[in-house]
């Protein structure tokens, strides 16, 4: 398995946008998948990005379009791109990540995004 560590986070007015990082400590050209997922206050956690070791992506309709999952495996990095961010889009933002045979996924520590109005 992996370490994964998030960065970028921060403050943001509506509008705005911010990247995400999560810096993985070993390869992850061999991971199935990696993803974000956010959590707000009071809400469940909630899938955002999520892509494939062959680079296929998804989104849920309340970010497709304004937010972009990529992956850099020489540098074992998986970024989150956010643009025309909202209030509704200040969470916690974690990166997770999950490969055959490992037997749980995991979880980086989390990056706060706050959206202000």
């Known amino acids: 398995q992996v370490q994964l560590v998030e960065s970028g986070g921060g403050l943001a007015q509506a509008g705005g946008s911010l990247r995400l990082s999560c810096a993985a400590s070993?390869?992850?050209?061999?991971?199935?998948?990696m993803g974000w997922h956010r959590q707000a206050p009071g809400k469940e956690r909630e899938l955002v990005a999520g892509?494939?070791?062959?680079?296929?992506?998804n989104y849920p309709d309340s970010v497709k379009g304004r937010f972009t999952i990529s992956r850099d495996n020489a540098k074992n990095t998986v970024y989150l791109q956010m643009n025309s961010l909202g209030p509704e889009d200040t969470a916690v933002y974690y990166c997770?990540?999950?490969?055959?045979?490992?037997?749980?996924?995991?979880w980086g520590q989390g990056t706060q995004v706050t959206v202000s109005s």
């Open positions: 070993g390869s992850i050209s061999s991971i199935n998948v």
């Open positions: 997770n990540a999950f490969r055959a045979g490992w037997p749980a996924s995991v």
């Open positions: 892509i494939t070791s062959v680079g296929s992506t």
